[in-house]
């Protein structure tokens, strides 16, 4: 088992800056052979991808957030970081961390950041 908790959430006007954390507990070694990665649900909208990081650190981002969003892990510290920066009003939703072997049997999530952002 894994647990994921997300921190730094909060409110934040248009073209401001938030950073969230993910720390990993419970079996590590699963933990570090996973992809992590953050995902957003706004209301009234499914869940979607912002960005993953694998194991090795190659990252990647969805299209709307290339460029302002930075992912990074620390596998000595077993935490995953999303720096966001120039946020718009659209990147308003609650923030979820993840943690997913490639084979998908080992599939976790945290309970969620809110991430508002006002215009």
């Known amino acids: 088992q894994v647990q994921l908790v997300e921190s730094g959430g909060g409110s934040v006007q248009a073209g401001g800056s938030l950073g969230l954390s993910c720390a990993a507990s419970?079996?590590?070694?699963?933990?570090?052979?996973?992809?992590m990665g953050w995902y957003r649900q706004a209301p009234g909208k499914q869940r979607e991808l912002v960005a993953t990081?694998?194991?090795?650190?190659?990252?990647n981002y969805e299209d709307s957030v290339k460029g302002r969003f930075t992912i990074v892990r620390d596998n000595a510290k077993n935490t995953v970081y999303l720096q966001m920066n120039g946020l718009k009003p659209e990147d308003t939703a609650v923030y979820y961390c993840?943690?997913?072997?490639?084979?998908?049997?080992?599939?976790?999530w945290g309970r969620g950041t809110q991430v508002t952002v006002s215009a």
């Open positions: 993840n943690s997913r072997t490639v084979s998908g049997i080992h599939d976790y």
């Open positions: 990081i694998s194991p090795s650190g190659a990252a």
């Open positions: 419970g079996n590590i070694f699963i933990v570090r052979i996973a992809v």
